[in-house]
Structure formats: structure tokens, C-alpha cells
């Protein structure tokens, strides 16, 4: 095992065994919790008897509007070796239509190890924020069936004012044009068995930077799925203290259907509610 941490493109070099990365953790899994025939994703990865959703514990961004922000600053939840984790998913997947592992990247070495100890019989889906190296996509790749991921902005100012991030879509592009190349949408029905889902998620006040997101998927993943989010929730901490306005959503849409971006999914309006938060501590 590494000493120092190399599983996120900040590179902290920080040595885990002993300390706190940046994103909050030490090398230890943590979960902060798990949620049985979890409906909350996109239709094509939730049939059957719903995802298996494991929420990590930290996160490699620090976006001041998180709505998992309870546990993405770290230091919440239970730890896990990967023989327990690996007992634990081989238990539950017959009953499940996926893995969900959920903001899971600081953790990637563990994981790695995790499902390499049974036989994994449905899709394990990787929910990332978008902020990954290419070079560990394609580690990754070899246990991971779907990519579900973000694209968050349409630069890395924007990215640096809400994510402490400088160089986010710089790192995001060719990480997303890795999965793409690794990951071809595979169907059985409407289930996902393979493939990449490409995320946005619409900020208050700024509609432009969605407008750019999704001129960025038309040039460069015009056939991949794209799921454009409404659901933004204040959390009471960051500077985006409003929810999404109607007429900002639909501004995003049309420019959607003005580029012909017909590959996907859309939110009820609805979505934007603490109700849909899961509940951590």
C-alpha cells in the first residue's frame, strides 16, 4: 500500500496512515451510511429491487452547497477493512439491482482491494464528483461497470469560487472522456448494465455555467446520457442560499433540446425538498 495518498488528482501526498487528507479521511473506509433498495437514482440504474447505496464518508471537493455536507467534510460513520465490506455487498447484491458507492474516490486503494475478494454479480456503479485522474479511471475501470458522473462547471474559476477546486474542469474533461472510452452503454431492457451517465446539477443564478456544461456534452459526449438535475437544496452554509427558480431550470431544458441532446433524463421540479436528503446524523 502507498504511503502517501495519490487516490484524487490534489495530490496531497499526505500519509493517510496517520493523518487527514484533504478530503477529511484517513485510509480507513468509512461509511457514513448504507441504504437498502435505494430509488433515488436514475430510473436505468435503480429497476429491480433498487441500488445498493453506499454513502463514504469525506470527499476530495469542498463544495460549500453540498447537500451531503453532514458527511462529505469527513470524520462520520462507521470503519470499514475490505473483507468486511466485501461480506457485506456479496450478502446483499443477489437482492439488488446495483452497487451504489457513493462519492467513493479517496478510497479508491481500499476498494480496489474490497472487489477483488468475491465475485461480483450485478453492476457496480462509481458516483463521482467528475474530479478524477485518468490514470486511475482506468484502475478503476476494472471493478466498475458504470460511471456516474458529475460535470459541475464550465470553468475552473466557478469550480475554485464553490469547490476549493483550481483546476477542476481542466482534470474533468479527459477523465470523463476516459470513462467514455472505457465504458459503451450496454442495455439488458431498461437496466444499465454498462455505460456512463454524465450529471448536472442547475445552480441559482447560474444558468450560464449550465448552458456552457451542456455545450461542452454536445461537443464532446453528444451521445452519451446526460442527466440535468433541479434539485438543488440550500444547506444552510454556503452562498447559494436560495433553491432553483422554474423559469432558470427551464432556460437550462431549452438550450437542451435546442442542441438535440436527447439522451437522458430530467428532474421534477418537485426533487428540490430536504425530504429527499438522507438523513446521516
Not at 86 to 109: G, R
Not at 145 to 164: E, G, Q, R, V
Not at 192 to 220: A, C, M, W, Y
Not at 263 to 277: K, L, M, P, R
Request: glycine share 6%; hydrophobic share 35%; charged share 25%.
Amino acid at each position: 500500500m502507498k504511503k502517501f495518498c495519490e487516490n484524487c488528482p490534489r495530490h496531497c501526498k499526505c500519509n493517510r496512515t496517520r493523518n487527514m487528507g484533504f478530503c477529511g479521511e484517513q485510509q480507513t473506509m468509512r461509511i457514513a451510511k448504507i441504504i437498502k433498495h435505494f430509488k433515488w437514482e436514475e430510473p436505468c440504474l435503480c429497476t429491480d429491487g433498487g441500488t445498493l447505496a453506499i454513502f463514504f464518508s469525506g470527499c476530495n471537493l469542498k463544495c460549500d452547497y453540498c447537500q451531503n455536507i453532514d458527511i462529505s467534510r469527513g470524520g462520520v460513520g462507521e470503519l470499514y477493512s475490505p473483507e468486511k465490506l466485501a461480506e457485506l455487498i456479496k450478502k446483499e447484491q443477489e437482492t439488488h439491482s446495483s452497487i451504489d458507492l457513493i462519492t467513493p474516490t479517496h478510497f479508491l486503494d481500499q476498494l480496489e482491494k474490497t472487489f477483488s475478494l468475491f465475485d461480483k454479480k450485478v453492476p457496480v456503479i462509481w458516483n463521482t464528483s467528475g474530479y478524477e485522474s485518468v490514470e486511475n479511471i482506468e484502475k478503476i475501470s476494472k471493478f466498475v461497470d458504470i460511471f456516474l458522473t458529475d460535470l459541475k462547471y464550465s470553468n475552473n474559476d466557478l469550480a475554485l469560487k464553490f469547490s476549493k477546486c483550481s483546476d477542476y474542469l481542466t482534470v474533468s474533461l479527459p477523465a470523463i472522456k476516459k470513462m467514455c472510452e472505457l465504458k459503451k452503454d450496454v442495455f439488458e431492457g431498461e437496466k444499465l448494465k454498462q455505460g456512463v451517465v454524465i450529471r448536472h446539477l442547475v445552480l441559482p443564478n447560474f444558468t450560464k455555467n449550465s448552458i456552457e456544461v451542456l455545450d461542452l456534452v454536445k461537443e464532446h459526449f453528444p451521445n452519451r446520457m446526460i442527466s440535468v438535475m433541479s434539485q438543488f437544496t440550500p444547506n444552510g452554509h454556503g452562498l447559494l442560499n436560495r433553491k432553483l427558480n422554474p423559469i432558470e431550470y427551464k432556460a437550462v431544458l431549452l438550450h437542451l433540446e435546442k442542441l438535440g441532446l436527447k439522451n437522458g433524463f430530467i428532474q421534477d421540479f418537485e426533487s428540490a425538498d430536504c425530504d429527499f436528503v438522507p438523513k446521516f446524523i
